[in-house]
T-cell receptor
Framework: AQKVTQAQTEISVVEKEDVTLDCVYETRDTTYYLFWYKQPPSGELVFLIR??????QNEISGRYSWNFQKSTSSFNFTITASQVVDSAVYFCALSSGGYQKVTFGTGTKLQVIP | DGGITQSPKYLFRKEGQNVTLSCEQNLNHDAMYWYRQDPGQGLRLIYY???????QKGDIAEGYSVSREKKESFPLTVTSAQKNPTAFYLC???????????FGDGTRLSIL
């Protein structure tokens, strides 16, 4: 069985503050993939990043960065200098077992206040 | 542009009625999925299909049915057996291997 926990239900920050969204996962497989998706108010999910279990390098993409730590089973997402357009629900997801089934966390709603 | 089209955007169901949600993709993806999203519960998998004419139940398949007669299409029927159908329904597709899933804009289903 696999599980994704996003303990932060809602976060509010003031524009330009940095914010970190936490994601903790559980799986018995040694090969797995982790994902982050953004769901703006319009409803569609937008893919942000995929990371496989053998690649623990942190990644930075503009104001976004991701910290993958297998030792703590965490895949945290940091937004630097947040903007109002970052307001959305963010989902962490896990896929393992060699097939396409993806388990999503319950999401973290981020509100960036101008 | 390639993508996933879900229709309608809003749908209302009367008691005892079956309704069908449409999902079409032109990404040439083999796999397609249906998820249900309720407030505070994230996404839960209803059905998925890895190839034409084949599909598997997800975690909450009761009260739903699907078909996969064409690669591009994966319609979801919400039957009268689904007693609590009010939710936001998302369709997704993906290529081979553990590639990221691409999502449609969703259909919001409500009960009249």
């Amino acid at each position: 069985a696999q599980k994704v926990t996003q303990a932060q239900t809602e976060i509010s920050v003031v524009e330009k503050e940095d914010v970190t969204l936490d994601c903790v996962y559980e799986t018995r497989d040694t090969t797995y993939y982790l994902f982050w998706y953004k769901q703006p108010p319009s409803g569609e999910l937008v893919f942000l990043i995929r990371r496989n279990s053998f690649d623990e390098q942190n990644e930075i993409s503009g104001r976004y960065s991701w910290n993958f730590q297998k030792s703590t089973s965490s895949f945290n997402f940091t937004i630097t200098a947040s903007q109002v357009v970052d307001s959305a629900v963010y989902f962490c997801a896990l896929s393992s077992g060699g097939y396409q089934k993806v388990t999503f966390g319950t999401g973290t709603k981020l509100q960036v206040i101008p | 542009d390639g993508g996933i089209t879900q229709s309608p955007k809003y749908l209302f169901r009367k008691e005892g009625q079956n309704v069908t949600l449409s999902c079409e993709q032109n990404l040439n993806h083999d796999a397609m999925y249906w998820y249900r999203q309720d407030p505070g519960q994230g996404l839960r998998l209803i059905y998925y299909s890895q190839i034409v004419n084949d599909f598997q139940k997800g975690d909450i398949a009761e009260g739903y049915s699907v078909s996969r007669e064409k690669k591009e299409s994966f319609p979801l029927t919400v039957t009268s057996a689904q007693k609590n159908p009010t939710a936001f329904y998302l369709c997704a597709s993906s290529g081979t291997g553990l590639t990221p899933q691409h999502f449609g804009d969703g259909t919001r289903l409500s009960i009249l």
